[in-house]
């Protein structure tokens, strides 16, 4: 049971990540945090878009999945002080969106189920707050879903860390493209894993067989003016947290400069140039608040 290339190209182009998971066809929507479990490719890909063309229609909207399989509740919360379900849930989102554009859906005003309580406890913006179930699910030290300052930030990098220490990693089949050619993959928007676009084009330069690079981690954090010394590399998880803290820094710095992430001397090419809408976002998550 594997993905083909051409189906990991179709959902990468959505901007989504697909694999293998417990039997089934796993695909995440990042920017949304939408998972959907599939017995087939195709199936995956399809109820993703429509999932996606769900959310496009009213970003107000809300998809509730189970981790389990492709069936999901839709909610709607433009109304301030109660959301309403749409009547039918759970169902797929390819029959959600077919009511949706016949305009046969149907709402009703409810409390959201338990289920999104359970995600809140096991997820967080699509990351479990496990660190040994993240790592198994591919997401990388650096996409933490805690804050630095708090005890579960040590604690979910510690788990992570256990996990990788146990994990006996095959060598990689037919794969020859190198971290050059994979970092221009990530620049022209072909996301490899569920980070943002900093995150996956630091991973596509940084991660070997052995895992992260992380002397080149930081001869990229310096050639960008941000100093790392000062951070402990003695208590066990260190790298994570240095990844994370350095990532930080990295998107404050990019901000200033439109996005362009310089090259330590020598290498080749000097800079990558992430996307207007990754600058936008940042630009607004920075913004003051008034």
């Not at 030290?141 to 220490?165: H, M, T, V």
């Not at 140039?273 to 008034?290: G, H, M, R, Y």
Request: charged letters at 25%.
């Amino acid at each position: 049971m594997n993905v083909h290339h051409t189906k990991a190209k179709q959902a990468m182009q959505m901007g989504c990540h697909i694999s293998v998971a417990d039997n089934k066809y796993r695909i995440f929507w990042p920017q949304r945090a939408i998972e959907l479990f599939s017995t087939s490719v195709d199936a995956a890909l399809t109820e993703m878009n429509a999932a996606q063309n769900i959310i496009n229609h009213n970003p107000d909207f809300r998809i509730v999945t189970n981790h389990e399989n492709d069936r999901v509740s839709l909610f709607d919360h433009r109304e301030e002080g109660a959301a309403t379900m749409m009547v039918g849930c759970p169902a797929l989102p390819t029959d959600i969106w077919a009511a949706i554009e016949a305009g046969e859906d149907a709402w009703v005003v409810m409390d959201e189920p338990e289920q999104e309580q359970m995600d809140e406890q096991t997820h967080i913006n699509g990351v479990s707050v496990n660190g040994a179930v993240a790592f198994k699910d591919g997401v990388p030290a650096a996409d933490c879903p805690y804050p630095e300052e708090s005890d579960d930030f040590s604690r979910w990098n510690d788990e992570w860390d256990d996990a990788a220490d146990r994990a006996e990693l095959p060598p990689s089949k037919g794969s020859v493209v190198t971290s050059h050619y994979r970092a221009n993959y990530s620049e022209l928007g072909h996301p490899a894993h569920c980070g943002d676009e900093l995150a996956v084009l630091l991973n596509n330069l940084c991660l070997n067989k052995a895992g992260i690079n992380i002397q080149l981690f930081e001869e990229i954090c310096k050639a960008n003016g941000v100093k790392l010394g000062r951070y402990d590399r003695t208590t066990r998880g260190w790298q994570g947290r240095l990844r994370m803290t350095g990532r930080n820094l990295l998107t404050k710095q990019l901000k200033s400069n439109g996005g362009v992430l310089l090259m330590p001397e020598g290498m080749h090419p000097e800079s990558y140039k992430l996307s207007q809408d990754w600058v936008a976002s940042i630009e607004n998550k920075f913004k003051p608040k008034t």
